[in-house]
Nanobody
């Protein structure tokens, strides 16, 4: 069982930055691939980024490349999402998720554990 708690969301102006954190419980954090997803009002949940068990492989949605970075610190049981050059269209609830499949990537169904989300609002 893994419990995930996101933090770091908030209100920021367009062009600003935020760093989201996701703290995981349990002693086997380094055996889970981690992902970030987001859901805007009236839209389906979409993939943002993923990172493999030890951080060697990362994936980003094309729209986030060059602006977002995913990383993890297994010693702290934490995964991060650094978001720069934020745009109003980045406004959403951001969720982190954990998967036993190292190559889970953007496949939502491969993630077994989800956090409750953190709100990110980008004003224009």
């Amino acid at each position: 069982q893994v419990q995930l708690v996101e933090s770091g969301g908030g209100l920021v102006q367009a062009g600003g930055s935020l760093r989201l954190s996701c703290a995981a419980s349990g002693r086997t954090f380094n055996s889970y691939a981690m992902g970030w997803f987001r859901q805007a009002p009236g839209k389906e949940r979409e993939f943002v980024a993923s990172i493999s068990w030890r951080g060697g492989n990362t994936n980003l949605q094309d729209a986030m490349k060059g602006r977002f970075t995913i990383s993890r610190d297994n010693a702290k049981n934490t995964v991060y999402l650094q978001m720069n050059s934020l745009k109003p269209e980045d406004t959403a609830v951001y969720y982190c998720a954990a998967s036993r499949f190292s190559g889970a990537g953007a496949t939502t169904s491969l993630y077994s554990y989800w956090g409750q989300g953190t709100q990110v609002t980008v004003s224009s």
